[in-house]
């Protein structure tokens, strides 16, 4: 295609892509927040523990890889469950919104990524490794995590439980010789080459030579140099240099000189065997474990926050529900006192406390219903991974499931949770995994307090061919040179006779011919011993590697512990809980008597709508009152499943869905049920209280005013 015609295309798509575009430098950059209605892009789980194959593309290792910038736009199952204006959420939705758009796991996700990256670096032979952050990511606020008053992980890089020991001094515990030992070969094989075109001229001040020498030199140089995990090197080279001269002292012109080198050597002592030389490989092979299962523990906090929040709205709704209910007996109060005072039986003051009653019931209505809009925002950014969208933020959250209360609680022994929390906790698995790291260094380094002892063999060929430099030639030379036998193919007995060469043609092909024909050997074998006299570098990091160790034994005992009492205070509060929910019941149904008893007698006019409504404001109150029992009850549950670490497994949660970001085996968490009537937890909004709230003009008197029918 000619390269006019190319031109013009090109200039026809940049004009049509300016024309297109809604205003010039608006176009967001390439890593910019994919818009709400971009396609969906779940997480990259590609294994980069695995490096990039030669074949069939051999520049596929030289080319970087693209990874995807990150996927800011919601799931579509968070649309799919807002209708008019409003998001009816269940709490298995909830735990599947949480597992597609939780930032908090959505940061802690990419670790696992990094991690295979340092496997790889590892297996090129690497002498250190980079880290992963291992700790718990706890950035989305809400929701409180963990027993006994203590966070289960916190910080952008989870660093308060970093059991891998990336980071020194994290969690108590020193990680500052982890990885050290004997110099590692790279196992990548790496293949060198230098080729070198020199001109050089060279002026002389000798009399036995020309004034300038002009010289050309061609160097073709290579070389390749592997590393092998038992401590074995190779080293080959392969050295050729083509020259070319006037120097009339140089019998040949061009000269050719070939070298080859073959070296193998292997350490005895120090750096012997697949121990030391592939304890990278092993350490950031435990690393990626545990990123595996400090994964699973960040999955299990942010479930186990989630539903905490989720449980937190539903009370949150029924308290606002409370306190309308409060707010409406103050404000009847207050209506009776008035009429009351007017009539003349009941003294002012008792309209003024009144008064006071209500503006203190406002204040708590107001209060209830901005905890209750703010437990919404924290709900909705919990589950989602960007506010931006208006109607999102706008939307009212709706709880649709409640609490379901078992007949029976099951009894099972402590001992038996306590066992089932000792296999399935992950801190204590990536403790485990960590004190293998611990080992495998301990004995590297170990290895490396040993004297350097190295033998070697090694195999040199030379190869030396040319032809006739046409200036050595006598003929070519003045007497004096001749005489002096400086130069080749000079008869002092046929001075006049015909010049005959005294170097014979060779040609590159035997000059390679050479170097392993025995012309030119160069053969041996050898002995390298390094004794470092005292040794006290190495002392000190064998000793420090084994109080590291010790550290982490101790480190490991002291969370097995811990685990022991979280079980146990988990296991307690659940009974503690259960009770409350008991007696909560026996409160909720003694202020439904009260009502029934205090109703009839209103209906023969033995009572007042005031006790009436009191009596309402009661039953009221013992109905949040066993909300809140029952939500601290269903939160000791969960407690309990996170201190055991079945809570997953108890939700119906695979952790192929949280590590790709894709829910396709829907949660279902235990001791919820649906709710019959989603909207009777829908009070009014802040601002509708507000105005409610806001003083109307002087209504009539109470006394002109009929007299209220009764609550039936």
């Known amino acids: 295609m000619p390269l006019s015609r190319v031109t013009s295309i090109l200039r026809l798509i940049a004009l049509s892509a300016l024309v297109s575009a809604p205003a010039f430098g608006q176009q967001p950059p390439p890593d910019a927040p994919q818009p709400q209605n971009a396609p969906v892009r779940h997480f990259d789980a590609v294994d980069y523990s695995k490096a990039r194959a030669a074949f069939p593309n051999v520049l596929a290792p030289y080319t970087p890889r693209q990874i995807a910038p990150p996927n800011l736009s919601n799931t579509p199952r968070l649309q799919e469950l807002m209708r008019e204006g409003k998001i009816y959420l269940s709490m298995d939705d909830a735990v599947a919104l949480a597992l597609e758009n939780n930032l908090d796991i959505g940061i802690a996700r990419y670790n696992l990524n990094i991690a295979d990256t340092d496997v790889l670096r590892a297996k090129s032979g690497a002498n250190s490794f980079l880290g992963a952050n291992q700790g718990v990511v706890q950035n989305t606020p809400g929701g409180g995590v963990g027993g006994l008053g203590t966070a289960v992980g916190s910080g952008p890089g989870g660093t308060t439980t970093a059991a891998g020991g990336i980071g020194a001094g994290t969690s108590g515990l020193v990680a500052s010789t982890l990885g050290l030992g004997t110099l590692i070969t790279s196992f990548d094989p790496i293949l060198s080459g230098n080729v070198q075109f020199d001109h050089n001229n060279i002026l002389s001040s000798s009399s036995f030579s020309i004034p300038v020498t002009t010289q050309n030199t061609q160097s073709y140089n290579f070389s390749y140099n592997q590393g092998f995990q038992t401590g074995t090197n190779l080293l080959v080279g392969f050295n050729n240099n083509r020259i070319t001269t006037n120097n009339p002292f140089t019998s040949a012109s061009p000269l050719l000189t070939s070298g080859f080198q073959f070296r193998l050597s292997q350490h005895i002592l120090q750096g012997f065997g697949f121990l030391p030389n592939t304890r990278i490989i092993r350490l950031t092979k435990n690393n990626r474990e545990i990123s595996d299962v400090t994964f699973r523990l960040q999955v299990i906090t942010t479930v186990d926050q989630i539903e905490n929040m989720y449980w937190d709205l539903v009370f949150a709704y029924e308290n606002v529900r409370v306190k309308e209910e409060e707010l409406a007996f103050s404000q009847k109060t207050l209506s009776d006192n008035e009429r009351q005072v007017q009539i003349g039986t009941l003294a002012p003051i008792e309209v003024v406390r009144a008064q006071n009653t209500v503006a203190t019931d406002q204040q708590s209505l107001i209060q209830a219903q901005t905890n209750l809009d703010l437990q919404q925002l924290l709900m909705k950014n919990a589950l989602s991974r960007t506010l931006q969208d208006p109607t999102l933020a706008d939307a009212e959250v709706i709880p649709t499931s409640t609490m379901h209360f078992p007949d029976q609680e099951a009894v099972v022994p402590t001992q038996d949770l306590v066992n089932e929390a000792l296999s399935h906790r992950p801190e204590l698995a990536a403790s485990r995994i960590d004190l293998k790291n611990r080992e495998i260094n301990a004995k590297a380094i170990r290895n490396a307090m040993l004297p350097s002892l190295d033998v070697f063999a090694y195999y040199n060929g030379n190869g030396l061919g040319g032809a006739q430099n046409e200036s050595n030639l006598c003929v070519n030379q003045p007497a004096e040179l001749q005489n002096a036998g400086f130069c080749s193919g000079f008869n002092p007995s046929n001075p006049t006779g015909p010049t005959i060469p005294t170097l014979t043609p060779t040609g590159y092909g035997s000059t390679l011919n050479q170097l392993v024909d025995s012309t030119a050997p160069d053969k041996g074998v050898g002995v390298t011993l390094n004794i470092p006299i005292r040794n006290r570098q190495a002392q000190a990091l064998q000793v420090r590697s084994q109080l ?46 009260s009502l029934d008893a205090e109703q009839k007698k209103f209906n ?109």
């Open 548 to 593: 590291e160790y010790r550290q982490a034994q101790m480190f490991y005992q002291q969370i097995e512990n811990r685990v022991r009492i979280e079980v146990r205070n988990a296991q307690f509060s659940v009974q503690q809980n259960r009770a409350a929910v008991q007696a909560a019941r026996a409160a909720v149904e003694l202020a439904q008597q």
């Open 604 to 712: 023969l006019g033995a009572s007042t709508s005031t006790l009436v409504l009191q009596n309402e404001s009661g039953l009221a109150t013992a109905r949040s009152n066993l909300v809140s029992a029952q939500a601290a009850y269903v939160k000791s549950r969960v407690e309990l499943d996170r201190a055991t670490g079945l809570l997953l497994e108890h939700s119906g949660i695979m952790m192929n869905d949280a590590v790709r970001g894709e829910v396709s085996h829907m949660p279902t968490v235990p001791y919820t049920e649906p709710r019959k009537n989603p909207e009777s937890v829908m009070p009014p909004q802040a601002g509708q209280v507000l105005q409610e709230m806001m003083p109307k003009e002087p209504a009539p008197s109470p006394l002109d005013q009929p007299q209220p029918a009764p609550h039936q």
